[in-house]
């Protein structure tokens, strides 16, 4: 599986937790960031992370172009939401395009750790099923 790990400056070191934790589960997916938190990633946990620019300078647009692709499964961005972001309209639209295309999306630690856990347990499974057909019909 394809997953993309956001975090904005306040809640980077909150990443860096998340991800040693569970580096077992995600050291067997693929997985994508922004600049400095991948960075940061990489250097902590010895992970290896596809980094994007940062997000003020396009890397949410670009995680958001592979959603849009049906290039990514599972979203993670621990997002900041006391800040104002000179960028959010793009952390806006990464957000509705995942709503848009179905996309499993964490915007805080507890959620993060709930779908890490279901990766791991194959519930996300679904996504292999939907990237092979291009769509899913539940009814």
């Not at 940061?40 to 959603?67: C, W, Y």
Request: aromatic share 8%; hydrophobic share 45%; proline share 4%.
């Amino acid at each position: 599986m394809k997953v993309a790990l956001i975090a904005h400056d306040r809640k980077k070191d909150l990443m860096i937790q998340l991800c040693t934790a569970y580096k077992a589960i995600l050291e067997e997916h693929v997985l994508f960031a922004t600049g400095t938190t991948g960075t940061r990633i990489m250097e902590a946990t010895g992970l290896n992370v596809h980094r994007f620019k940062s997000g003020p300078l396009g890397g949410d647009q670009q995680i958001g172009a592979m959603i849009s692709e049906n290039q990514m499964d599972l979203v993670i961005f621990l997002r900041d939401p006391l800040a104002a972001m000179p960028h959010e309209p793009d952390v806006t639209a990464l957000i509705r395009l995942s709503d848009v295309y179905e996309i499993p999306l964490a915007t805080n630690i507890g959620t993060a750790e709930v779908l890490l856990r279901g990766l791991d347990a194959g519930f996300v499974d679904w996504r292999e099923f939907y990237n092979s057909e291009g769509s899913i019909d539940f009814g």
